[in-house]
């Protein structure tokens, strides 16, 4: 395999809506969408997509979201063999809602995804030893995002971290630990606690990080495009125009594209381009997964 994704799946309930309902009403709302989702499967999805070889570390509920969970990963090529059920837990789900500018709210419930345990990586450890590339977001237990990180280190394997969601009391110790710290910018707010509403604000925030220690931090910034920091070196990335249609699920789509193109040739601009036309390429579509372009649509994308 190129690239090992531990972290979450989860079943997306998308509502599009012209109106959010304030407390205590009803609407009515014009369109429902069921999906596969979960920033760990919408990484790994994206790179397989490409044409990346990608194997999965993941947990699925005891219900009858489990089976099309694993189904789905599968037919888009992604090694599921250590995709394993937790016992008596739902799956992990996210209500998403998407208004008329095509903004997202997300709510999840994480499910088995909390059950994902230092055990699951050290049963997969023949197989993750063998990875090039290690992938890890938040919506897994943090020890096991740790334990992870600890075992990737150990065994000579990049890390990826994109923590998000954004926990406040992440250990930055073993974020300087990973080769690439990707938040956007709002979880850059969190983690920092200070304001990123200009790009000189996300760079001052941006520094304090990288004062900590870390080795290379990426900040996707939506439509704002994307940042590289890097000691001293700043490097930006504009963003590509679109019309949006629904954002759901393109940092995921820029973290994984990204995740491949690093494994290709290893040019982290170039990476970070081609990343920012894919995520571009994403939003032009309805859901998470199934707006991800192929490596065939996203050439006729970037040729277009």
Known sequence: MDIAVIGSNMVDLITYTNTMPKAGETLEAPDFALGCGGKGANQAVAAAKLGAKVMMVSKVGEDLFAENTIRNLQQFGVDTQHVTVAPGTSSGVA?????????????????????LTPADIDAAAEELKACRLLVLQLEIPLPTVYYAITFARQHGIQVILNP???????????????????????????????????????????????GRGLKNLIITLGSRGSVWMQGDEVYRVAPVPV????????????IGCFAHFLIQHGDIPRAMQSAS????????????????????????FLTA
């Open 95 to 115: 209500p998403i809602f998407v208004d008329e500018q095509s903004q997202n709210r997300i709510l999840i419930i994480k499910g088995a995804n909390d059950r």
């Open 243 to 254: 019309q949006a249609v629904d954002t759901s699920g393109a940092g995921d789509a820029f």
């Open 277 to 300: 036309a894919f995520a571009a390429c994403s939003v032009t579509g309805r859901g998470t997964q199934r707006s991800y372009p192929d490596a065939d649509a996203f050439h006729r």
């Open 164 to 210: 998000a969601p954004a926990v406040a009391g992440l250990d930055i110790d073993y974020a300087c630990q990973c080769d690439f710290f990707m938040p956007n910018e709002t979880e850059l707010e969190i983690l920092t606690g200070l304001p990123v509403s200009s790009d000189d604000e996300v760079l001052r925030a941006g520094q304090m990080l990288l």
